[in-house]
């Protein structure tokens, strides 16, 4: 009973910042800026050494995740905003920060699509260093509208 008694009083399990390094893949110097950028958050213990709770594992997870499909830090950052620091984000916390993302993907993939399929002809016409593109841009037509790959830009929004 006495040990029940000292589990409850127990704090939450907390990782040093060369465990959380260990088990996210992640270099230690990456987990500073991550906390530096205010993305995960640490306390210091007595000998003023980070300690993370285990939801960062979760956290860095995503930042990971994302980062990888280019999702910039800025709005990696205002995503996990919404996630709560005193306690570990619940499923419901997690399906918000995706819908918050879903739109964002979507248009992503829509451009990453319409770059794949007009490769091979040209790369969205704004003909970058030609004067004019006799395939889709005779003229320099769409130069005089706006620059870089307008035609790309087109593609991917229908």
Known sequence: MNKKIENEKAPMAKLSVGD????????ISTLHFYEEK??????????NQRRYKRDVLRRIGVIKAAQKVGISLKD???AL?????????????????SKQW????????????????NMSS?????????????????????????????????????
């Open 76 to 78: 990696i950052k205002q």
């Open 38 to 47: 205010k993305l995960i958050h640490s306390i210091r213990n007595a000998g």
């Open 122 to 158: 040209c790369i969205g016409c704004g003909c970058l260093s030609l004067k004019a593109c006799p395939l889709y841009n005779p003229d320099d037509e769409l130069g005089k509208k706006q620059s870089g790959a307008v035609l790309l830009k087109k593609a991917a929004e229908q």
């Open 81 to 97: 905003s919404f996630l709560p620091n005193d306690k570990a984000p619940t499923k419901s916390d997690w399906q918000r920060l």
């Open 102 to 117: 879903k739109v964002q993907l979507e248009l992503q993939i829509s451009q990453l699509t319409a770059l794949r399929d």
């Open 20 to 27: 959380v390094a260990k088990r996210s893949g992640v270099k």
